[in-house]
């Protein structure tokens, strides 16, 4: 109950406080919440960037983004703190071909599915809860992947990398609501089957 009662009503925010910095601790200890996510094999296979000066942030939305940005992008902008989420597919691929899963061929069809994608994806979903939790502001975006190549030059980020998504952090300012927030949220009877979907 208390984990319902603490999302109920919070969205993604996307415009933020410019003047109030999130100190470089509280990031740590959002990280540190991050980094507790479950992983297949334990093999941990993500890696965060932080950008939380303003020459890494510009450099960030420079490489991410063609001309003058639009509204919604000029709201996150502003956001003090910038994380990275990347996803390492050769460190999974490595771990399976180690003895105790003797995977040794490395061969990624094996996989379900990508599951270095899915635990990156939950690293940041305990971040953003940590970001609840301290009565900060976030929101989960993506980078196009047209702009993937100018992302990695412009921070030597490592090649076999994949950038999952990014999540701007930062004291929230009064935000304009997104329209997709009009379409409400889907009820359990809409999205859950018992037994079979017929």
């Known amino acids: 109950m208390e984990l319902r009662d603490a999302i109920r009503g919070r969205r993604m925010i996307r415009s933020y406080d410019p003047n109030t910095p999130i100190p470089r601790e509280t990031v740590d200890q959002l990280l540190e919440l991050a980094i507790r996510a479950p992983s297949a094999g334990h093999t941990q296979g993500w890696r965060f960037l932080v950008l939380d000066d303003i020459t890494s942030r510009q450099r960030f939305w420079a490489a ?3 001309g003058a940005p639009d509204a919604w992008r ?6 003090p703190v910038l994380v990275v989420f990347f996803s390492d597919r050769e460190a999974y691929l490595d771990r399976y071909a180690e003895p105790d899963k003797g995977w040794t061929d490395r061969d990624e069809a094996r996989w379900s599915v990508p599951y270095w994608h899915v635990d990156t994806g939950m690293a940041a979903m305990l971040f953003l809860l940590g970001v609840q939790e301290q ?3 976030a929101c989960f975006f993506g980078v196009p992947p047209d702009r993937w190549a100018a992302l990695f030059d412009a921070f030597r980020v490592p090649a076999g990398l994949a950038p999952i998504g990014v999540i701007s952090l930062g004291h929230p300012a009064p935000d304009v609501r997104s329209p997709s927030l009009r379409r409400g949220r889907r009820g359990l009877a809409e999205v859950v089957r018992y037994g079979s979907f017929d």
């Open 64 to 66: 991410t983004s063609d």
């Open 74 to 79: 000029a709201r996150l902008q502003d956001a």
């Open 135 to 137: 009565g900060l502001a």
